[in-house]
């Protein structure tokens, strides 16, 4: 069985049965869920000129991310701008299209994304996390940061 385009509306309990010579009838279920894609937002304050760690997926302790490919992103009016991208295995990828973020970015332990020291441009930004467990399933958690002045 395969199916296209899925939607929540196709969960349910699906079986498969055909008849076997001289066996009878041999039959098998399996219990579709279907998820709707859900992105868990966050807003974070920093003082100015502080070390700001955003974690990747807050929620995830189950699964090791380490796993699977992400990119970080940064957005501002609509635009989003890629920061790092991270493969299993292999060291992060660092975009320098970024020239605001270009020397402040770095990926810590976990997937944090490290942006020291901050500016004050950086308040009202968004920083997303994109996990990609698999083409089609793809977890993002997004952060506003807000900057504080002393």
């Not at 279907?34 to 502080?50: C, R």
């Not at 700001?52 to 957005?75: A, R």
């Not at 501002?76 to 970015?105: D, F, H, I, M």
């Not at 920083?127 to 698999?134: A, G, I, N, Q, R």
């Amino acid at each position: 069985l395969h199916l296209k385009n899925i939607t929540v509306s196709l969960s349910g309990l699906y079986e498969c049965s055909f008849a076997t010579y001289p066996y009878g009838i041999k039959a098998a279920k399996i219990q579709l869920i279907v998820k709707a894609e859900e992105e868990q937002h966050y807003v974070k304050e920093v003082w100015l000129n502080q070390t700001l760690e955003i974690p990747c997926l807050e929620d995830t302790t189950s699964e090791n991310l380490s796993n699977y490919p992400l990119k970080w992103l940064v957005g501002e009016n609509g635009r989003k701008e890629e920061l790092v991208t991270k493969e299993p295995s292999c060291p992060a990828v660092y975009r320098n299209s970024s020239a605001l973020y270009r020397q402040r970015v770095r990926l810590g332990l976990n997937n944090t994304l490290k942006i020291f020291p901050t500016k004050i441009t950086d308040d009202g930004r968004v920083f997303s996390c994109h996990v990609v467990y698999h083409p089609e399933r793809v977890q993002k958690s997004s952060t506003t940061v807000r900057v504080f002045g002393k």
